[in-house]
Nanobody, 121 residues
């Protein structure tokens, strides 16, 4: 089992910044991926950004150049620095942790409870 604790959400004006943090604990395997997803009201959950334990990053087109994902492997923690926020970034942001098995970074995965990000116009 892996437990994920997220923090850093809140209310910010358009153009502002927020930093999300997610820390994993429990049965952590060293080869893993961590990421952020979001779900706005009435919409499906979507990928925001992911990063593997070897440093490979992936971003959604909608956040490329504005958001930066990073991680501290010694702390089992992933960060999402969000700059130039827009009202359309408003959503619940979820942290995801995945165990790498057989070429699949998300063979076994766990989700956090989510943290609300609200961007006012």
């Amino acid at each position: 089992q892996v437990q994920l604790v997220e923090s850093g959400g809140g209310l910010v004006q358009a153009g502002g910044s927020l930093r999300l943090t997610c820390t994993a604990s429990g049965s952590i395997f060293s080869i893993n991926a961590m990421g952020w997803y979001r779900q706005a009201p009435g919409k499906q959950r979507e990928l925001v950004a992911t990063i593997t334990s070897v440093g490979s990053r992936n971003y959604a087109d909608s956040v490329e150049g504005r958001f930066t994902i990073s991680r501290d492997n010694t702390r089992n923690t992933v960060y999402l620095q969000m700059n130039s926020l827009k009202p359309e970034d408003t959503a619940v942001y979820y942290c995801r942790w995945g165990r790498f098995v057989g070429g699949n970074w998300w063979q076994t995965d766990y989700w956090g409870q989510g943290t609300q990000v609200t961007v006012s116009s």
